[in-house]
């Protein structure tokens, strides 16, 4: 049951990113600008994780690579999205559509796994 609940939060941030993703490519500028705020509140509070050091790469990085990390389904985007400096770009209506889409699209989630 553990390991459907890790796969079942895995999928919904998954989705969630992807809608990032979106916001992102529709205007990169506040979406960037939030994340590095975000970031640098993690930077500031215990010096810069792992975590950390590879989010500034990927936010000061091309926008294409981060576009697709955002999206990937490996376990290197799946552990970044862990712990996403994303926090904040979208707004509590955008996440609760995502959420509802999201219980109805998963197989397990009418059980509460």
Do not use: C
């Not at 712990?83 to 009418?110: C, D, H, K, N, V």
């Amino acid at each position: 049951m553990a390991q459907s609940s890790h796969l079942r939060n895995d999928a919904r941030s998954l989705m969630l990113h992807k809608a990032i993703a979106q916001k992102l490519r529709a205007s990169p500028d506040p979406v960037l600008s939030l994340a590095r705020q975000n970031l640098q509140r993690w930077q500031d509070d215990e010096g810069a994780s792992y975590y950390a050091r590879e989010w500034a790469t990927l936010l000061n990085g091309p926008l294409d690579r981060l576009l697709a990390v955002l999206v990937e389904e490996g376990e290197y985007a799946v552990a970044l999205r862990h712990m996403t400096p994303f926090a904040g770009a979208l707004t509590p209506q955008e996440r609760w559509t995502i959420y509802r889409a999201f219980r109805e699209a998963w197989p397990f989630a009418s059980r509460g796994v």
